[in-house]
């Protein structure tokens, strides 16, 4: 993959560092072994690290805005079509990328949670100064070539916690955005957003 050259944040601009002396922890795949809704929530205020340069040197950005889709009951939730070749990974073990293409040009991150045969996996819809999941998958040159791929160093995609604690009051639950056709579950509060004077994302 080529690195990207347009501007933006400078590595680890965009994450608060919390306690500086604390190390960075990359998230192992028990952090997503979890439900959907504890694992959307818990990643606000995580860092998603992409490997850039030819892996020489990474670009990180605060997760701000994360989606749950807790399982084939929920009609907003892919998998609640079937196994099919492109939800497969969503029946894997948890802790692996599920990127998929909408409208022809956009690629979607989600990582797979819970445990195996349970398809249920968070979009994340925002990092750093990128406020869309479109925008964020662009910056990141990040496409179908991560789809099935473990969240980890090995993949160049990963998710670190680096000591920052988003503040409960800044989290904001809201429905998730473009799933007015799950009917019921269109109104469920499974989006999490960090509004912050920086970043003020107040829900539409």
């Known amino acids: 993959m080529t690195s990207r050259k347009a501007a933006g944040p400078a590595p680890l601009a965009t994450v608060p560092r919390g306690d500086e002396s604390r190390q ?13 809704l504890v694992v959307a929530r818990e990643l606000i205020g995580k860092s998603l690290v992409r490997r850039v340069g030819g892996g020489d040197g990474e670009l990180a950005a605060l997760i701000i805005e994360t989606e749950a889709y807790v399982g084939p009951h929920d009609l ?10 492109r939800t497969q990974v969503m029946f894997g073990p948890a802790g692996f990328w599920y ?6 040009i956009h690629w979607m991150l989600n990582v797979v949670t819970d445990t195996q045969d349970f398809p249920s996996a968070v979009l994340i819809r925002g990092v750093g100064n990128w406020d869309g999941p479109g ?3 662009k910056a990141l040159t ?11 160093p090995t993949s160049g ?35 999490f957003v960090l509004a912050t004077e920086a970043n003020r994302r107040i829900a539409k």
């Open 24 to 36: 960075r922890h990359i998230l192992a795949a028990e952090f997503f072994a979890r439900p959907a």
């Open 76 to 85: 907003a939730c892919h998998a609640s079509k079937g196994r099919t070749a």
């Open 99 to 104: 990127v998929y293409l909408i409208y022809g």
């Open 135 to 137: 925008k964020l998958t």
């Open 142 to 152: 990040i496409d179908k070539r991560l789809n099935g791929q473990p969240a980890s």
């Open 157 to 191: 995609l990963w998710i670190e916690d680096r000591g920052y604690r988003a503040p409960r009051r800044l989290v904001q639950r809201t429905p998730r955005i473009g799933v007015d056709y799950s009917g019921d579950w269109a109104a469920k509060p499974y989006r």
